[in-house]
């Protein structure tokens, strides 16, 4: 017997630029870009409540690393999803969550060691 679907939580983020997001996480995953290891987010986004698209956040592992090297202690997996979450929201506010044309990679954006110290402040880490 096939597993059937899971039950996706679909949630909605009133953005600066705007619009009103309904976004569910779709999965995660370690990946690679460009020679560097990290975590990768999907999550499934739609700006008109017609139609979803794909949008990937990657957390690079060099950026994890550097910050459990300061703080004694890594991150673990639940704060790693929460730094993806805010990131995902922070480019709501900025407008940089499109959908891109059928046939190419979904949108995508990293946090790094340049924006790993904020979000986690945010998050009160």
Do not use: C
């Amino acid at each position: 017997m096939p597993r059937p679907d899971a039950v996706r939580r679909v949630k909605s983020y009133s953005a600066a630029d705007g619009y009103v997001y309904q976004y569910y996480f779709f999965e995660g995953d370690r990946a690679q870009r460009q020679g560097a290891s990290g975590g990768e987010f999907t999550y499934a986004v739609s700006a008109d409540r017609r139609s979803a698209f794909r949008f990937r956040i990657f957390v690079m592992q060099s950026a994890l690393d550097a910050w459990a090297k300061l703080n004694g202690r890594p991150l673990s997996s639940s704060e790693e999803y929460a730094v993806a979450k805010m990131r995902l929201f922070q480019a709501f506010d900025e407008g940089s969550v499109k959908a891109t044309p059928e046939g190419q990679q979904p949108g995508e954006v990293h946090v790094d060691e340049s924006n790993l110290e904020e979000l986690l402040g945010q998050l009160g880490i």
